[in-house]
DNA sequence: CGCTGGTTTGACTAACATCAACACCTGTGG
DNA sequence: CCACAGGTGTTGATGTTAGTCAAACCAGCG
């Protein structure tokens, strides 16, 4: 749970007893093992997952064959919040690596929201955080080169993981293949490694399978255009 | 604000007493003109923005100079409802036409959302449609060609007016400019005017500046890999 | 060892961008 | 009434980015 409260707190004030409060809610926990299938498309939805440990991705998937993630979840993230309000996801939820999971029952969550307006607010807010993030990725998709797009989500990713405890800003743990990159970043796993090593040549990064180090920050954020006002880091309002 | 209600009780039961709510929680009317900037990026909110006729649109400016835009408005959405828990906007919010707009102060949201968790609920609710909107906008940038692309922002919207009580499902009043367009799907306006005219030639649709016709909606569906359960028509759970 | 999944390389192609005109329409002021 | 301006839509020639296809390489692992 640390990495969650480290993001709430980010965000938010959040007393000791929010956060016991919080920690109520989790009824269960799961683990699964990489590449599984954690959460089925459309399927009838009655809890939440919080991941503790590992990465998730939401994938959506097309007739052609090809896939395209929407997110990324790392340890502190809420993969699939939003369906205690839609009642079902429009896209799966899949592990990268072997995962940590805390189960949140929708029940629990009503009760929350009945209770406790504040908190139930706290967690409306992480959905909206979830949808900037969706925003950002439209324009990379939408408008960014892949040196760019490569660049952008490394310095999202290093943020992201930097407010979990996982990353001094420079260094994090990677578990990515360059072929789920690509389903990342709309492009193909060939393009991805030419990219990739484009950005090594020019120094800007190291990066093999298990570890990505981020050489130079500030050029990186310049190919990007990168600026993380989308990721709502002070704090939010009241 | 008929339209609102519209897409309220398509995915929810709302009784006359909520929606008496609704309207009592709407603090002032304004009225602003086509291409203007609604909603500054950054600005701190105190009020969300209830479109009640019009087009809108969420934009991202690009050093470039090229922008993208990763949403649009139609009557009886909420253009930054996000902004009562982030408390600013990472986009602006720019008027594609002359809108029709009711305020709602945050003050009033926080009330009912202490009073009354249900219809907090239901916000929440709409956010969250906001972005599976957005992820399924996300897709199609990152992988669907400019036909497909084309193909299904037109399916999309004329299900969204259907519900706004604004379209019959064939035929729809289209104020965008093919710029704007461009801007909407990650094209430039040259490549979007070709497309048009590839939709046209194959009798799938007839467009001018101020209305669409979808000639074929099956076909374009067809190209467009359109699938509607994103848009959770359905009522969704309690 | 010989698989297997992941990474890398090269040759070729397709989709979309770019640049530069031009046509058309509408509104405006002389 | 006409001349003109500015926004929108259209066309053609050319350039660039990323996709496609196919094969080789490489490391870890049973």
Same mark, same amino acid.
């Given at each position: 749970?640390?990495?969650? =409260?480290?993001?709430?707190?980010?965000?938010?004030?959040?007393? %000791?007893?929010?956060?016991?409060? !919080?920690?109520?809610?989790?009824?269960?926990?799961?683990?699964?093992?990489?590449?599984?299938?954690?959460?089925? %498309?459309?399927?009838? $939805?009655?809890?939440?997952?919080?991941?503790?440990?590992?990465?998730?991705?939401?994938?959506?998937?097309?007739?052609?064959?090809?896939?395209? !993630?929407?997110?990324?979840?790392?340890?502190?993230?809420?993969?699939?919040?939003?369906?205690?309000?839609?009642?079902?996801?429009?896209?799966?939820?899949?592990?990268?690596?072997?995962?940590?999971?805390?189960?949140?029952?929708?029940?629990?969550?009503?009760?929350?929201?009945?209770?406790?307006?504040? *908190?139930?607010?706290?967690?409306?807010?992480?959905?909206?955080?979830? @949808? /900037?993030?969706?925003?950002?990725?439209?324009?990379?998709?939408?408008?960014?080169?892949?040196? /760019?797009?490569?660049?952008?989500?490394?310095?999202?990713?290093?943020?992201?993981?930097?407010?979990?405890?996982?990353?001094?800003?420079?260094? =994090?743990? =990677?578990?990515?293949?360059?072929?789920? $990159?690509?389903?990342? *970043?709309?492009?193909?796993?060939?393009?991805?490694?030419?990219?990739?090593?484009?950005?090594?040549?020019?120094?800007?990064?190291?990066?093999?399978?298990?570890?990505?180090?981020?050489?130079?920050? @500030? %050029?990186?954020?310049?190919? @990007?255009? =990168?600026?993380?006002? #989308?990721? #709502?880091?002070?704090? /939010?309002?009241?």
């Amino acid at each position: 749970m640390d990495s969650h =409260f480290r993001k709430l707190r980010r965000r938010h004030d959040v007393s %000791a007893a929010e956060e016991a409060a !919080f920690c109520d809610m989790v009824a269960e926990h799961r683990r699964v093992g990489p590449d599984e299938v954690v959460i089925r %498309a459309g399927e009838p $939805l009655h809890e939440s997952t919080l991941l503790l440990d590992g990465w998730l991705a939401r994938v959506k998937d097309l007739r052609s064959g090809s896939r395209q !993630f929407t997110g990324l979840h790392v340890p502190g993230d809420f993969a699939d919040l939003h369906s205690f309000t839609l009642g079902r996801l429009d896209h799966e939820v899949v592990s990268l690596t072997e995962c940590r999971l805390a189960i949140v029952p929708h029940a629990r969550l009503k009760d929350l929201m009945e209770r406790n307006p504040r *908190l139930a607010r706290i967690l409306w807010s992480e959905t909206n955080l979830d @949808a /900037a993030i969706n925003r950002e990725w439209t324009v990379s998709m939408a408008r960014r080169s892949a040196l /760019a797009r490569v660049a952008h989500l490394l310095c999202e990713l290093s943020i992201r993981l930097e407010v979990a405890g996982l990353s001094d800003g420079m260094t =994090f743990d =990677f578990p990515m293949t360059q072929n789920e $990159l690509a389903d990342c *970043l709309g492009l193909t796993t060939v393009h991805v490694n030419r990219t990739i090593q484009e950005l090594r040549k020019r120094g800007l990064i190291q990066l093999d399978r298990r570890q990505v180090t981020m050489r130079d920050v @500030a %050029a990186l954020r310049n190919i @990007a255009e =990168f600026d993380d006002s #989308y990721l #709502y880091l002070g704090k /939010a309002p009241l």
